[in-house]
T-cell receptor, first 111, second 115 residues
Framework: QKEVEQDPGPLSVPEGAIVSLNCTYSNSAFQYFMWYRQYSRKGPELLMYTYSSGNKEDGRFTAQVDKSSKYISLFIRDSQPSDSATYLCAMSARSGSRLTFGEGTQLTVNP | IAGITQAPTSQILAAGRRMTLRCTQDMRHNAMYWYRQDLGLGLRLIHYSNTAGTTGKGEVPDGYSVSRANTDDFPLTLASAVPSQTSVYFC??????????????FGPGTRLTVL
């Protein structure tokens, strides 16, 4: 069983929809949680990071962490075609240490 | 500021040939990483280096070697390429100073095809 599970999709939504992306994990030592966005034929870029449980909001993006359920989410409000990308969750036990990645979810936002 | 550069952008290689993928960062990060990304498997860590002069094995190190002679460069070598090493390779770096903002920044990738 993988340490981090992420539905690869693909996920297709109309412009303006609310998108929910999720990951589950099995390692209770994970404390740092990140979401990366990867456009086609590009390297992943950091989108959001959170520490421990709780919510973090940045513009149209909200990251949630529920450590009791070992479940993290990324919500995208008012989705735009420019949000079309693969979203990867990543996590680590301590800041700056090696990351464990989910497989990535491919998202398409249709105009 | 360029961040992380990788070369070549893409390469087709005959099986059995030796190949070195280059990675350079200008952020003075102490830690560097090599990943491969494959459909259905996501990003898997090949080798890493916490600081210049040290290296370590990741999840899938077999068939690959690395060196870290200085802070900026972290080349990945395939001594004798095999078709199963066909993949997209990403180099990454992080500051690893203990701050919550320590995270990994990725290069643009090298697409390698081994025939």
């Amino acid at each position: 069983q993988k340490e981090v599970e992420q539905d690869p999709g693909p996920l297709s939504v109309p412009e303006g929809a609310i998108v929910s992306l999720n990951c589950t994990y099995s390692n209770s030592a994970f404390q740092y949680f990140m979401w990366y966005r990867q456009y086609s034929r590009k390297g992943p870029e950091l989108l959001m990071y959170t520490y421990s449980s709780g919510n973090k909001e940045d513009g149209r993006f909200t990251a949630q962490v529920d450590k009791s359920s070992k479940y993290i989410s990324l919500f995208i409000r008012d989705s735009q075609p420019s949000d079309s990308a693969t979203y990867l969750c990543a996590m680590s036990a301590r800041s700056g240490s090696r990351l464990t990645f989910g497989e990535g979810t491919q998202l398409t936002v249709n105009p | 500021i360029a961040g992380i550069t990788q070369a070549p952008t893409s390469q087709i290689l005959a099986a059995g040939r030796r190949m070195t993928l280059r990675c350079t960062q200008d952020m003075r990060h102490n830690a560097m990483y090599w990943y491969r990304q494959d459909l259905g498997l996501g990003l898997r860590l090949i080798h890493y280096s916490n600081t210049a002069g040290t290296t370590g094995k990741g999840e899938v190190p077999d068939g690959y070697s690395v060196s870290r002679a200085n802070t900026d460069d972290f080349p990945l070598t395939l001594a004798s390429a095999v078709p199963s090493q066909t993949s997209v390779y990403f180099c990454a770096s992080s500051d690893s100073s203990g701050s919550i903002t320590d995270t990994q920044y990725f290069g643009p990738g090298t697409r390698l095809t081994v025939l």
